[in-house]
């Protein structure tokens, strides 16, 4: 079990670039959640997904985000145009039954 | 709504306890608890269910009021390497294990010291 893949880990991009992260969930979850961690607003929830489709996206902070889910095994979230406020760690999670694993996550550096 | 831990972080020497407490003001399903080690993922410990049931750490317990919406992490005889910052997540409106999604807590660091 390779547990939940994100890429890239550190990604530094300057303002008003476009930034994808992609996340990969473990095989067999059918939940999958992308999170954001500041100092100042802790653990956010973006966005999740259930069997693929978007459920719950209020917490998106503005139209600049999207996120898809093309198939189980895929997910995408985007950034067009970052700003330096979108510095953040951003998890990826899965879930099947109980308990989310998290992926890594991705730094973003917005300069 | 974003549940409240207290306290905010903790100082403990190797071998003394520690309880972390995680309260709601909405009605809760279950609680889950995490620990977050520094640039690391948040990693599942345990969930409490209503009704009582526990899945999880086999060394750390928990409680689940679900009248008063509380829930308490209890780390006895503390390890070095239970130093981190330790999150409880809540669903609320929706089941986690019927679609539903979990809030998170603003987190309590834990420092274990030799």
């Known amino acids: 079990d390779a547990g939940v893949i994100q890429s890239p880990r550190h990604e530094v991009t300057e303002m008003g670039q476009e930034v994808t992260l992609r996340c990969k969930p473990i095989s067999g979850h059918n939940s999958l959640f992308w999170y954001r961690q500041t100092m100042m607003r802790g653990l956010e929830l973006l966005i999740y997904?259930?069997?693929?489709?978007?459920?719950?996206d209020s917490g998106m902070p503005e139209d600049r985000f999207s996120a898809k889910m093309p198939n189980a095994s895929f997910s995408t979230l985007k950034i067009q145009p970052s700003e330096p406020r979108d510095s953040a760690v951003y998890f990826c999670?899965?879930?099947?039954?109980?308990?989310?694993?998290f992926g890594s996550g991705t730094r973003l550096t917005v300069v | 709504q974003q549940p409240v831990q207290s306290p905010q972080a903790v100082i403990l020497r190797e071998g003394e306890d520690a309880v972390i407490n995680c309260s709601s003001s909405?009605?809760?399903?279950?609680v889950h608890w995490y620990r977050q080690k520094h640039g690391e993922a948040p990693v599942f410990l345990m969930i409490l269910l209503k009704g009582g049931e526990q899945k999880g750490h086999d060394k750390i317990s928990a409680s689940f009021n679900e009248k008063k919406q509380q829930s308490s992490l209890y780390l006895t005889a503390s390890q070095l390497s239970y130093s981190g910052t330790y999150f409880c997540g809540t669903d609320q409106n929706v089941p986690y294990n019927q679609g539903g999604k979990l809030i998170f807590g603003q987190g309590t660091e834990l420092s274990v010291k030799p």
């Open positions: 999670a899965s879930s099947r039954k109980f308990g989310y694993t």
């Open positions: 909405k009605a809760l399903y279950s």
């Open positions: 997904f259930n069997n693929n489709v978007p459920i719950d």
